[in-house]
């Protein structure tokens, strides 16, 4: 394999000023942006942009299990196919999935069972494709967070949202969210992700040298940029549905139904709703997981605020 | 919002009770092809890179390059290599693996396609005849699948292609470095093709999806800006009279030329 311009990497990835290859202070997130509903046969999708990652997640599922002998009698399966396109690096990539993908699949995987009911889809599959398309540092992380809104997409119950990025080291100083050349030429690098209802780790990774002291000061960092993420994709969500919201409006108004108050139980009672007794089991969990976590959930977009203040 | 998997005869007797009062599922006329959509430069680590959408078929591309040995049959030329996966999330019907004989089809016409017909001048891609040529991989990767890959492909594909931008080489001490410029890919022709699907006498273009998985076979053209026939390719059971075989050639050189005004795709040359 000949490339006639190599990779190369800078000395110094900190200036005098504090300030990092992309003019970042040391704690601050690169910019990111996300949407969902983005492919159109796919469960549920979502892309995601973080720096100059690219990257698309589908869902399908529950369903059959491919092959049979891998399904389980007492809850679901949730599988995830992290792949990298052979473009997306400075080195075409082999197409063949290779130990790194698979390793990664798995740990995202762990990363998000801890969010959904699977005791409620026995013998059946969740699978999540997650491809990316441009590739620059941090796509583990970037792909959870972008899995995570794939599956609110589709419409699963969820416990929680995810969002993923990483913390590291370079040149002796801890920053939050390495970008590419960071990544290669630092000295460490933390990927994690956090479950948002409650902040738990679900994901967290460490390669490289660091202090105990110096990985507080990471994770911090850490949450502090889930926090800011999960607050762009609770308003991805909400765009969503806002939008079909004006579309049903708008259709309304077309065929003369103007007082449809859309807080309207439609469905009607919903005691009297005739459901599987498993599916009521994991309402009333849900229910219950709400109310349990209805003061912690409203803490973190409040502290986002604190923290947007504060930058300003 | 479900893709169907398998169409019922129903459905297949009701495409094909539509086609015989001249109409289509998705209230296409016969000749007409879906809205196309282009976004170019996307990818920042590809040498060349596109994203085309024909109605809500959606194929991304990306180009890149090494420097490697030619094939001993054309020693002073360099080579281009094409590659589809069909990714699971495209379609219900696609599995994770290898890519099956579909997705090896798709590359192998859309492959036709830029090989022949006075498209890319592999002749200017030779930096030492026998020893040193760019190699050029053009790969698809399948976002949604709505029917009619090989045409969305070959859009996807060409823009990639005109986007790119190669480092220019040169050889010191016996070896090849990077001159410190770049250069775009010589391209003679731009080659885009047309697919003819068929259920039972009805013959149209652009099948969706739905007409796919009932549709009995297709035929698909690539031609260049010439006017001329540069690639066919006959898939599926349907078989084809002589006289189909010339009226869907002239049909495919007309919409064809039509298409290429419309798309415009030298605008995404890269200006250097």
Known sequence: MTLLIPETYPKKLIDKNGKRLDGRALDELRPFKCKIGVLANAHGSAYVEHGKNKIYAGVYGPREVHPRHLARPDKGILRVYYRMSSFSVHERKSPAPNRREREISKIIEDALAPTLFLELYPNSAIEIFVQVIAADGGTRCASTTAASLALADAGLPLKSLVAGVAAGKVDGKIILDCGDIEDKAGQADIPAAIRMTDEEYTLLQFDGEMTPEELETAISYVKKGAREIFAKQTAAIKEKFERIRQETDAENKKIGKTDINPDDDMLGDEDSMDMPLELEKGLERVKEDKTKSSDKSSKPEKEVNTLKEESK | ?272
């Open chain 2, 1 to 272: 919002m479900d893709t169907p998997q398998v169409i019922s005869t129903v459905q297949k007797k009701y495409i094909l009770d539509l086609l015989k009062k001249g109409k289509r599922i998705d209230g296409r006329q016969f000749l007409q092809f879906r809205d196309v959509k282009i976004n170019a430069d996307i990818i920042p680590k590809a040498e060349g890179s596109a994203e085309a959408y024909l109605g809500e078929s959606f194929i991304i591309t990306g180009i890149k390059y090494e420097i490697g040995a030619p094939f001993p049959d054309s020693p002073d030329e360099g080579v281009a290599t094409c590659m589809t996966e069909f990714i699971p999330f495209a379609s219900p019907m696609f599995e994770s693996g290898p890519p099956d004989i579909e997705a090896v089809e798709v590359a192998r016409v859309v492959d036709r396609g830029i090989r022949h017909g006075d498209c890319i001048q592999y002749k200017e891609l030779c930096i030492v005849p026998g020893e040193h040529v760019y190699i050029l991989f053009v790969d698809m990767y399948v976002m949604n699948y709505a029917g009619n890959l090989i045409d969305t492909g070959t859009i996807s594909a060409m823009t990639a292609l005109l986007s790119t931008k190669l480092p220019k080489a040169k050889m010191e001490d016996g070896k090849v470095v990077w001159d410190g410029k770049y250069m775009t890919i010589p391209i003679n022709q731009i080659p885009l093709s047309i697919t003819f699907g068929k259920i039972e006498d009805y013959i149209f273009i652009d099948p969706i999806l739905d007409e796919e998985l009932v549709m009995d076979g297709k035929l698909s053209f690539a031609s260049n800006e010439k006017g001329q026939i540069v690639s066919m390719q006959k898939s599926g059971e349907a078989t084809w009279s002589e006289e189909d075989v010339v009226k869907c050639s002239k049909i495919a050189v007309q919409k064809l030329n039509e298409l290429r005004n419309t798309l415009n795709l030298r605008q995404y040359t890269p200006k250097l």
